[in-house]
């Protein structure tokens, strides 16, 4: 089964802001478990989720795992972006979608956080 990581963000109308999310992304790519790797925008940037859901399925995946590169629970996470793997499911019925969890649950973060917080201090 062909399978796309959709990788979830919100956008930035600058466009360093997506610099190391693209970063983050290519290395994934580089470690070739997935057969497909996308990124959709919720807003500012392109392509627009729908867009990039299309986009996987015009390359053949047949099951899409979407993960929210988002570090908070907000409106996206909890309502939002449901709801568009929802409408793209009812586009794609033949395509399987899973959503992962949003980056900010892992405990990796809390770890970052405190190693950047004793980095300041010097």
Same mark, same amino acid.
Do not use: W
């Given at each position: 089964?062909?399978?796309?990581?959709?990788?979830?963000?919100?956008?930035?109308?600058?466009?360093?802001?997506?610099?190391?999310?693209?970063?983050?992304?290519?290395?994934?790519?580089?470690?070739?478990?997935?057969?497909?790797?996308? /990124?959709?925008?919720?807003?500012?940037?392109?392509?627009?989720?729908?867009?990039?859901?299309?986009?996987?399925?015009?390359?053949?995946?047949?099951? /899409?795992?979407?993960?929210?590169?988002?570090?908070?629970?907000?409106?996206? /996470?909890?309502?939002? *972006?449901?709801?568009?793997?929802?409408?793209?499911?009812?586009?794609?019925?033949?395509?399987?979608?899973?959503?992962?969890?949003?980056?900010?649950?892992?405990?990796?973060?809390?770890?970052? *956080?405190?190693?950047?917080?004793?980095?300041?201090?010097?």
């Amino acid at each position: 089964m062909k399978t796309a990581l959709l990788v979830l963000v919100h956008g930035s109308p600058r466009p360093v802001a997506n610099k190391d999310m693209f970063r983050v992304v290519e290395e994934v790519k580089t470690r070739g478990v997935f057969d497909f790797v996308q /990124v959709g925008f919720m807003e500012c940037n392109e392509p627009t989720i729908p867009e990039a859901v299309d986009a996987c399925v015009a390359e053949g995946a047949e099951k /899409v795992i979407a993960v929210p590169y988002f570090l908070h629970t907000g409106t996206h /996470v909890a309502d939002d *972006l449901p709801t568009l793997l929802e409408e793209a499911h009812a586009r794609h019925p033949q395509v399987t979608f899973q959503m992962g969890r949003y980056l900010g649950v892992s405990p990796r973060l809390t770890q970052i *956080l405190s190693a950047r917080a004793h980095a300041a201090e010097g």
